[in-house]
């Protein structure tokens, strides 16, 4: 889920980032929002682009360029481990101050099998001697992200839509992402429901095809969970890494939709709990 984190006043007079095109700038600053605690965050390009640019077509073919940007200037390692693919943001703790840590619950560059991004060798060089003290809040996320969920409302009903969702997700315009009013709105839950189709279609899943009252309700409530769209492509995205979801198993079971939004199984999808059972040869 993103995370609240500070930027620097100095940041932009850093050399390192000064060094970096505009674009890549934007890439780390998002990224921030993305990782956990110890800095660290998976990172594929497809769901980098889906989480972080969601309504940026053109993102999935140059993200890869703006990370060997930041790898160039030794400010993010993306490494591999058990076929996945994870971040971490180089000497996270000396330039972002927080206050009771957790945990991550992904690998660290330790575990790592590959490292992508090769003129990235070492996740310990320090970004923090080019910036000064803590002092401006970024929010909760960058605008294209979405409303904070803790200032959210009750959401409206949402009717069954009059014609078939599709998989054209970005044919809708999802609404101000600074207005928390009625949020989740009926277009931000048909547009969550098409990234769902877009993703079923690359791995085999079953696709929405109406949302119904019960789907509008777990969907509602889930993305009230997590507070933005944003949140919601990278949940969307996870499925893709865990093999037992999509028939890749023993019992050839696959997850749906319905299956997804129900709050016990997102929770477990999100928090990658099928990817770490499968790995340890469990179902």
Partial sequence: MGRIRSIKPEFPQSESIGRLSRDARLLFVQIWTLVDDEGRARASSRGLASALYPFDDDVRDLIDGWMVELAREKLVTRYEVDGSTYLVV??????????????SRLPSFE???R????????????????????????????????PVVEQAQPAPSNPEPE???GTNWQELTPTDPLST????????????????????????????????????????????DIGSLGEWFASVNAIK?????????DRKWRANFDWFVKPSNFSKVIENTYERSN?????
Avoid: Y
């Avoid at 003290?133 to 929010?139: A, I």
């Fill in 90 to 103: 180089n000497n996270w703790r000396k330039h972002q101050k927080i206050d009771r840590p957790s945990k």
């Fill in 111 to 113: 575990e790592a099998s």
């Fill in 115 to 146: 490292v992508f991004d090769e003129c990235s060798s070492s996740p310990r060089v320090t970004l923090a001697a080019d910036l000064g003290s803590r002092t401006v809040d970024l929010g909760s996320r960058i605008k294209d992200q979405g």
């Fill in 163 to 165: 014609e078939p969702l």
């Fill in 181 to 224: 009013k009625g949020w989740p709105k009926s277009v931000d839950l048909r547009i969550a429901a098409r990234f769902w189709n877009q993703m079923a279609g690359e791995v085999g899943l079953p696709e929405v095809r109406a949302l119904t009252g019960e789907r509008s309700k777990h969907l509602t409530a889930r993305l009230k």
């Fill in 241 to 249: 890494d865990q093999p037992f979801l999509t028939g890749r198993n």
């Fill in 279 to 283: 790995a340890n040869g469990r179902a």
